[in-house]
């Protein structure tokens, strides 16, 4: 592995154990790209260096380095200088993301001005995500054709619109369509940022080091947008539950995209692609955008690895949304639904999005040990498992055991990132990380709007927990065929 990434291992207490790669793989890199083996020198520029010997991790291969102190983390992430302005576009985007939604829930579900049945907040998810979720490949066929740094600004620039416009519209007291609709634009921006900053990671990392930095990456952007989600906590206190507090963290977001956008600006033209390859979607951007869906779905059903973690991924999101719809529906009939149920459904998220954080942590090693396959097996086997001790519906069980699959399901999806970012050809890759979007969001969508029909209004319904065992059993059987390929 390059020597950055080494540092940045170590830093979170990973070693580098020497792993044998076999001959076929090692010679399937080196014809593949002659320059794979690097180190990264002081200027940050990955130079060839085939005196190391090779090991492989999962499917990639990786120089071992010397032990270096971990205190050289800050070193071996500004020796990328593209990836560290990445970095700082995603944790930005992802502070306000999680400013917005926690301000959004709170004006929606925990808003004595605005009071709703939880069933309401259900259906408003798919207004929200849905739509989006539909038409993201076709956004990706964008993504793959336009360059990535204009589409990051382009899509920043569109989100300070429309978040002016909710934050208008909760000071003004209008209805629940108009801030409906505005949030199902922010929202779909918001995704398009998200995917663009994935599909343009290899562009400024070596190979080599993808799943490390894509890690460091991700963990950061949970951190962030934990951050973010806390703060509108702020406001709150201070201003109350009702419109005004919301339109207050509304109006705040603004600051974070605001620089996410300046900061995407930094980028050189081109320097997060696309590629211009054999596999490039030719034509008028027409075609490409009406092709996307189909594009997108023929790169993942290409590449098994791919498929295989996707269908993962559905069924974790299929399970999250049935949680999701349960704790709201259990605090909601709290004696103070207002005040403690939103702290304890703030908990129960918080939770979750600490366990994704420990994930990318530990993923990398996993990867490392086991391989992708093997690691994402053992995550959607240990899912089911952990599923089944929430049956109970005890809140506080709920809440760790939230934080358990919180691990298990984002080990889950940094497979599937992974498997996208080194086994498509970049020329596609918009496309399928705009399938793999869509797929995040109509999984949960579709499981939370069939729950929603069925459970009973106060969220007493064990057998759905049940269920949701079964969703990730069915994920690991699928992903065990068709990951095996």
Known sequence: MCGGSDIVLRIFGLRHPTIIASPRIVARAYSARPANICTVVGSGVARADPAQPITEVGSLTETRMPSRAPVDIWRAVRSLPD???????????????????????????????????????????????????????????????????????????????????????????????????????????????????SASLPHVVPREQVVTMNSVAIASGAVAAFLGANFMLVPRLALGAGDDSASAVIFLTVIPVTIALLLSLRFAPRALGPDDTQRAVHGSAVYAVITGWLHGARAVVRYPSVAGTLSGLAAHRMAVGINSLLILLLVHHMTRPAAGGLGTALMFFAATGLGAFLANVLTPAAVRRWGRYATANGALAAAAAIQTAGAGLWLPIMVGCGFLLGVAGQMVKLCADSAMQIDVDDALR?????????????????????????????????????????????????HGIVGRR
């Open 83 to 197: 990836f560290w302005r990445l970095l700082q576009v995603r944790m930005a985007s992802q502070f306000a993301d999680g400013l917005f939604q926690a301000g959004l829930a709170g004006a929606l579900l925990f808003n004595p001005d605005r009071a709703a049945d939880p069933m309401a907040i259900a259906r408003a998810f798919a207004v929200l995500f849905l739509p989006y979720s539909l038409l993201g490949p076709f956004a990706g066929a964008l993504m793959d054709r336009w360059d990535r740094r204009l589409v990051l600004v382009g899509a920043n620039a569109g989100r300070l619109i429309f978040i002016v416009a909710i934050g208008t519209i909760l000071a003004m007291r209008a209805g629940d369509m108009p801030l409906l609709i505005g949030a199902l634009f922010a929202n779909g921006l918001a995704r398009f940022v998200g995917s663009g900053l």
């Open 430 to 478: 918009g496309h399928v990380f705009a399938v793999q979007d869509a797929l995040f969001w109509v999984a949960f969508i579709v499981a939370i709007t069939v729950a929603a029909t069925l459970i009973p209004a106060d969220g007493r319904a064990p057998a759905f927990v049940l269920f949701g065992s079964a969703l990730y059993l069915a994920g690991l059987l699928i």
